[in-house]
């Protein structure tokens, strides 16, 4: 009699082994989900690219309706644009003309920089700055490395039959050179000597240099300033270019003794004091503390005199500048409003012609996210190329103005910049209102659309 066999364990039995848990399982699912994280961005990056496409679709589609809005928006960031870059081309303007001023000179006159109205009356009763007071500074500063004292006035400059209105005359001594920031291009400057014996010596600038002597030698030749003084040029100075909306090279300068004698006495002066780098501030209490007692001034008694320094005009520039600045962002406002207002109506006529469509992608699978971004994507789109036509007239139209006018202009690539990424901004905020109108569509209501 055989024996039964003994039963093979089914996969349910006690006797089967328990599965072993493969030790790759965990890594698997990691990489499953790094891939899961990275077909979601292909996903969202294939949905922006075909909203890009179908946008720029949409565009050509209706052109006119397109090009006009565009137009709207290139005109605002044209002004916009303008303004800013006439702003730039100003403060850059003004930082070049200001230093030829002298970075570390202090200028001690009766008046005071930037001072007008009430103000303007107190200052008018101070005794002017003479050469009493440049006395006392030479004798008793010990700071300033050159002290130079300035009169001037305007006049006629003549030589045979060729003359030339409005030349800036200066008397002065050796030490313009230093504290004006000027260079010698040809011959000598004037010196204490020619101050000292009144000689008829004088340099000339570089205007007239050229109305002169453009073909010949000015060194040497006798020239006629103002109604009666001659006077003969020992130098010639390196152009220098405009500063404040004048030329600086329509110069004539003579010693100071000459000048005085020339176009009267009494006339004011201005002292330039050149401080040592780092120590201006001290340079100006010093100076203050000299003229103090040259004028015996009490204790109790203000100045009546006044020390100018760069910053006070720059104080002035800079509350001029933040007018400009603030009529720059009205202008800017106002013009967003209005091209925002235009973006935001074609993509509202979009939405409504397109209600159709939207109804379909929605009842086939498309998710809310998709028609939003296809929207927006056609908003930014508007206000990008808008911008980008904007930005461009504006930069030419700042170049045409800074060569063909007075008004400095400069191109700065912050604005541009600045232009573009502010008119994808203006296309995203105004386009977001039609984006989630079209994206929030009941499937049914828009498939029903006629």
């Keep these: 009699m ?31 989900k790094k891939l899961s994280l990275w077909a979601r961005f292909r996903r969202v990056f294939a949905e922006i690219a075909d909203a890009v496409i179908q946008a720029v679709q949409s565009l ?5 309706r397109a090009a006009l809005t565009i137009s709207g928006v290139s005109v605002g960031i044209m002004a916009v644009i ?18 030829s001023l002298g970075p570390n000179t202090l200028y001690v006159h009766k008046w005071a920089w930037g001072v007008g109205g009430r103000d303007w009356w107190k200052l008018r009763n101070r005794p002017a700055v003479g050469q009493m007071d440049y006395r006392a500074l030479l004798a008793n500063a010990k700071l300033p490395i050159a002290i130079s004292p300035v009169a001037n ?10 003359e030339v209105k409005n030349i800036d005359i200066r008397g002065t001594t050796e030490a313009f050179l230093e504290a004006g920031g000027w260079q010698l291009k040809r011959g000598r400057f004037i010196s204490d000597l020619d101050h000292e014996i009144g000689s008829d010596a004088c340099v000339i600038g570089a205007d007239l240099e050229d109305a002169f002597f453009k073909s010949g030698d000015a060194l040497g030749q006798r020239i006629k300033v103002g109604p009666t003084t001659r006077c003969t040029v020992v130098g010639t100075l390196v152009r220098k270019g405009n500063a404040f909306g004048r030329s600086q090279d329509g110069l004539v300068v003579m010693p100071l003794s000459s000048f005085l004698r020339s176009f009267g006495p009494k006339r004011g002066l201005t002292i330039a004091v050149v401080a040592e780098a780092g120590k201006v501030m001290e340079t100006e209490d010093e100076v203050i503390a000299v003229l103090r007692a ?22 002035g520039f800079n509350q ?10 009205l202008v800017g406002v106002i013009t967003a409003a209005v091209a925002g207002i235009g973006i935001m109506n074609i993509l509202l006529v979009s ?11 929605r009842a086939l699978g498309a998710r809310r996210g998709s028609i939003l971004i296809q929207f927006l994507c056609e908003a930014v789109i508007v206000a990008l190329v808008g911008g980008a036509v ?16 007075p008004v400095p202009a400069s191109i700065d690539p912050r604005v541009v910049t600045g232009g573009v990424l502010g008119s994808c901004i203006l296309g995203a905020i105004f386009g977001l209102w039609p984006a989630l109108s079209a994206a929030f569509l009941h499937p049914i209501e828009a498939l029903r659309h006629e």
Excluded: C, Y
């Design 390 to 405: 904007g930005v461009g007239l504006g930069a030419g139209a700042a170049a045409l103005l800074d060569l063909l006018s």
């Design 294 to 315: 040259a004028r015996r001034l009490g204790p109790d008694q203000e100045d009546n005199f006044s020390v100018n320094r760069q910053d006070k005009i720059l104080q």
């Design 2 to 32: 055989s024996t039964p066999a003994a039963p093979s364990p089914t996969p349910n039995s006690p006797e089967t082994p328990p599965p072993q848990v493969s030790s790759g399982k965990v890594p698997l699912r990691g990489k499953a």
């Design 153 to 162: 006035t305007e006049a006629v400059v003549s030589r045979a039959e060729k």
């Design 82 to 99: 303008i303004i800013f870059m006439v702003e730039s081309g100003m403060e850059a303007s003004f930082a070049r003309q200001l230093n």
């Design 60 to 64: 050509i589609a209706h052109r006119l």
């Design 351 to 361: 939405v409504k012609e397109r209600t159709r469509e939207i109804g379909i992608r």
């Design 320 to 329: 001029t500048m933040m007018t400009v600045n603030l009529v720059g962002i």
